[in-house]
């Protein structure tokens, strides 16, 4: 089960800050090159595993799904739990806000974590997260589920698996390692006031099979240049975004 995180070492292997693009991973070079639109205080010393370069959400989207979040989850509501954290993308701002009394995250990789709470010092907001180390399913189910009439859940999960890229339509129930049924069924233990950030181009049956019955559940995407990059998922009891 997870452990709270408490003191971080400055950089172990696998973690870095890039300052210039010599330093980077070819395969890495077009996410560093939108560095800044990721995290507009990355040059105050971003720390970045190589691969939460792929799966971070953007400042301006993260700051833009906080704010509906914030604004239609239920008013008693005042946990939130994100549980993938990543290197933080999301947490922190949540974090920017001042809705939230409690903010959990958790993420199951160390590096990354370390990640987060250092990111989240950069923004200077560490001290409003509990970080966790830990795999999100098992410490939702033995940690978080007693706080369920008080929060909401925020899920980034991994999107990999067949398909992401290429198919017209994304199959939430292939999706690896979690599928959707696996991500609902271990957080509604816990709250039906989940929140899940996914592909764009995901299957809406799939999505529309965890919705409660004669309710309507919304769906926003996240569009940049007219193009949608990544929606949100609304179930539960969230008002009208
Ligand atoms: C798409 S990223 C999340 C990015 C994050 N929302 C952000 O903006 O920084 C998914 C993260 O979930 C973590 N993860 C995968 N499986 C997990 C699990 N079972 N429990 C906790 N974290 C997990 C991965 O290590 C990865 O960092």
């Keep these: ?10 950089s172990e292997s696998g973690i870095h800050h890039f300052d210039n693009v010599d330093q980077v991973p070819y395969e890495l070079q077009k996410y560093w090159h939108q560095r800044h639109n990721i995290f507009s205080k990355y040059d105050e010393g ?18 833009q799904i906080a704010d509906h979040i914030s604004r239609a989850a239920p008013p008693q509501k005042k946990v ?7 290197p933080g993308g999301n947490a922190i701002a949540f974090a920017l806000s001042s809705r939230w009394d409690q903010i959990f995250v958790v993420e199951k990789d160390p590096e990354v974590l370390k990640c987060a709470k250092h990111n989240a010092e950069i923004y200077g907001v560490a001290k409003k997260i509990h970080f966790r180390l830990g795999d999100c399913i098992e410490v939702v189910r ?11 859940i925020y899920g980034s999960p991994p999107w990999g698996g067949p398909g992401y890229r290429d198919d017209a339509i994304f199959n939430l ?7 959707i049924g696996v991500l609902y069924k271990a957080f509604e233990i816990c709250t039906r006031d989940i929140v899940l950030y996914l592909p764009r181009t995901s299957n809406l049956n799939h999505l529309a099979k965890y919705g409660e019955e004669g309710k309507k559940f919304q769906v926003v995407h996240f569009c940049m240049n007219g193009a949608s990059k990544a929606l949100c998922a609304y179930y539960g009891d969230f008002s009208e975004i």
């Design 1 to 10: 089960m997870g452990e709270e995180v408490e003191n971080m070492p400055d």
């Design 46 to 63: 971003i720390w970045m595993t190589d691969d939460s370069w792929f799966g971070v959400t953007p400042e301006p989207v993260a700051l």
């Design 80 to 86: 939130l739990i994100d549980v993938f954290g990543g």
């Design 142 to 152: 033995k940690v978080y589920r007693s706080l369920g009439g008080k929060a909401v």
């Design 173 to 179: 129930e292939t999706m690896q390692p979690y599928s």
